[in-house]
């Protein structure tokens, strides 16, 4: 397994579809200058994150959002990038909080949607929860997707590690890495708690399975931490600036650092032994 480059998409998406879509256009003609194999939105991207990229999600047209996505999936493939789209779709008689592939995916993977599972309260004034996971190989990767509160409950991430009950993965189907789309900024009840405690998180997430992580977090002027990555150990990546709000950080496998990370990674599959 060689290293995977990520581009990340830092950007405060707004109502108006159309104005996001040519950013996120503009963003993938950028990954693909820079040899990016994949693109990785913030939450919300395509449409705007309610109660701050707008206000709610009243009047929003389903076909127009679907139609959306079709042409940043076309112009991604045709740029060889592998998009991870923020987005939403109809869902249990509302919206889901959505992380959809597409762009230059093997086919039968474009269009996997994973639907947010853990929900704010703001989230759950617009949208229904999701009910499973969601992975997708790039590159020979095996990517476990998530999506910005999702970051708080342990146990989804453990699943994402280890991978979908399937007999044809032979026991190999967990994450070689986890990516989260987030919208990670508002008011924090104890100011500045949140931007020491959170980056912490995401650390504590990739160490604990010793998988690297990739965010994409929007760039609303209170949020609690950029766009970054860390390695399976937990350790924090460089990233280099493309853009004012794009930037790409390569991800190495955990196989490449010391032989303990991939022992690690046994032990905690495995869980505590009783004996």
């Known amino acids: ?13 707004v109502p108006e579809i159309e104005r996001n879509v040519q950013a996120i256009s503009a963003a993938i003609t950028s990954a693909a200058q820079a040899r ?5 939105t913030c939450e919300c991207a395509l449409v705007g994150y309610p109660g701050a990229g707008r206000e709610n999600l009243e009047g929003l047209n389903a076909c127009a959002v679907a139609d959306a996505e079709d042409l940043l999936h076309q112009r991604a ?24 592939a597409c762009g230059a995916l093997d086919q039968g993977q474009v269009g996997t949607r994973y639907r947010k599972r853990c ?23 095996r990517l476990g997707l998530s999506i910005c509160f999702d970051l ?36 924090d009840v104890d100011p500045s708690t949140k931007a020491h405690i ?5 650390a504590t997430r990739a160490a604990e399975w010793a998988t690297p992580l990739a965010l994409a ?3 609303a002027a209170d949020r609690w931490l950029d766009s970054g990555a860390w390695d399976a150990r937990g350790c924090p990546l460089p990233s280099t600036p493309l853009s004012p709000n794009l930037s790409l950080v390569t ?3 955990r196989q490449d650092l010391h032989p303990w990370y991939a022992l690690l990674r046994h032990l905690s599959l495995d869980g505590p032994r009783s004996d």
Request: proline share 7%; charged share 10%; glycine share 8%.
């Open 77 to 100: 493939a045709a740029a060889d990038i592998a998009l991870f789209l923020g987005s939403v779709s109809p869902w249990q008689g509302s919206w889901s909080n959505d992380l959809l």
């Open 251 to 253: 991800l190495s496998p």
């Open 1 to 13: 397994m060689t290293t995977l480059t990520v581009a990340l998409h830092q950007f405060s998406a």
């Open 36 to 40: 990016a194999q994949i693109l990785l």
């Open 198 to 202: 959170i980056p912490a998180m995401y």
């Open 217 to 219: 977090n929007g760039a």
């Open 152 to 187: 708080r409950w342990s146990a989804l991430w453990a699943e994402l590690a280890r991978g979908p009950d399937d007999p044809k993965l032979c026991g190999h189907g967990g994450a070689d890495a986890f990516l989260n789309a987030a919208h990670m900024a508002g008011p």
């Open 119 to 141: 929900l704010t309260p703001v989230d759950q004034k617009h949208f229904r929860a999701g009910q499973t996971p969601a992975w997708v190989t790039v590159a020979g990767w």
